[in-house]
């Protein structure tokens, strides 16, 4: 009798206390998921996306889930306001999104919009109530930097321009970093003021690094750059015009504008190396390959000359392969080539790198060997390296296997044009017949 009583007690307290379970949950935060899939879940519930980027070694990150998003009231409030994920910064996918939103310390929660765009963050440890106060700013659009840009739109003030842009750009903010630095040049032509031609060169620098600069941007920079010579960091600029010079094929310019950057500058600097190499390859695209060899072979001088880091060194030493196979040097690229990568053999962009100039010199098992190891180390989120190992695996003559690593990469960079391209290449046709 005691157990069929105790039986219909506890029937009779699951049925009572449902919703008394839920509101005890805290953050049920969506793991694992493709972060494509997290933006369109968040597109879909018309809500923003809360994104808790963490280590697995991170203390601080273990007390933030057992302190804050275990809270009840915290679970609520994700509930009602954000569409919560969680990914480890360090593995896969999570390493590219690291790199996206310069995530340089855990814990950090990223708020993003529907696209992707960062609102604001929030980095360490907040209890419960102080951490729903912050988030609830930062979707009201009232933390000091949201106020900041406010402020900039209606009242111009180069200093504060100067300030935000600083911080936009150690997070790695492009699409805001952008509006300020053309409301600075709108407002000051000539970058007088130091606030304005720092946004400016802190947008450049991060458009460049993007791969791409506007045609806006670069009209900007010849405009500008020429009443900057008194400034060393005008070498920024024409680093940048040069990069982009040569990616659109008009390799003249893309040597004009290195050499002006080159004109004056001690070889100390840390920018002589970089426009050396700039140079190289504006001779490659001017089809000069005599002269690009002599730039990046200055390039690898100078950069080990200045000291800098050893990824600088080893890249140059790269490109310099890149460029030797370019001349028809083809033992000697292979030789450069090993040597270089001895001590970079962690580093998911360098193999790919290699990878692709093994496929120059039909190296086609290396190229597999550095391009599997690409993805590798960068655990599976690098679409780089899967395309780098797609196009290796298609050259040794297994398109299945190439396909799989194209739809791949297009997965963890849906917006890349090429990664689709090349995949819709290795999709078995209509009306085809299987082998």
Known sequence: MRRFALIAALALAAAASPAGRADAQGIAFSEGTPFAEVLRRGRTEKKPVMLDAYAVWCGPCKQLDRQTFADPTVGAWARKNVFAAKVDAEKGEGRRLSQRYA????????????????????????????????????????????????????????????????????????????????????????????????????????????????????????????????????????????????????????????????????????????????????????????????AARKAVALAEKSGGGAWGRVSGQVALAETLAFAGQNDEARKTLGAALGPASNDPGLLVRASALLLVLKDVPGALAHARRAVEVSQGGDAAAHAALGEALAASGDPNGAGSEFARAAELEPENAAFRRRLEAFRPKKGAKAA
Do not use: C, H
């Open 103 to 294: 995530v340089r310390a855990f814990p950090t929660i990223l708020f993003l919009d529907a696209a992707g765009n960062e609102i604001d963050r929030i980095s360490g440890v907040y209890p419960p109530a102080d951490f729903i106060r912050v988030a609830d700013a930062i979707l009201a659009g009232k933390t000091p930097l949201a106020e900041a840009m406010t402020k900039i739109k209606t009242s111009w003030d180069p200093a504060m321009a100067g300030s935000v842009a600083a911080q936009l750009a150690q997070r790695n903010d492009l699409p805001r970093l952008s509006v300020i630095a053309r409301r600075a040049a709108e407002e000051d032509p000539d970058l007088i003021e130091p606030g304005s031609r720092e946004a400016f060169l802190y947008f450049v620098s991060l458009e460049d690094g993007a791969g791409k600069l506007s045609s806006e941007t670069l009209d900007l920079i010849e405009s500008v750059a020429p009443r900057l010579s008194a400034d060393p960091r005008v070498a920024i600029l024409r680093l940048a015009a040069s990069r982009e010079q040569s990616r659109r094929g008009d390799g003249a310019a893309a040597r004009a504008s290195a050499l002006a950057g080159l004109k004056g500058l001690d070889e100390s600097s840390p920018f002589a190396a970089d426009l050396q190499g700039a140079l190289a390859v504006a001779e490659r695209t001017a089809k000069k390959p005599a002269a690009a060899v002599a």
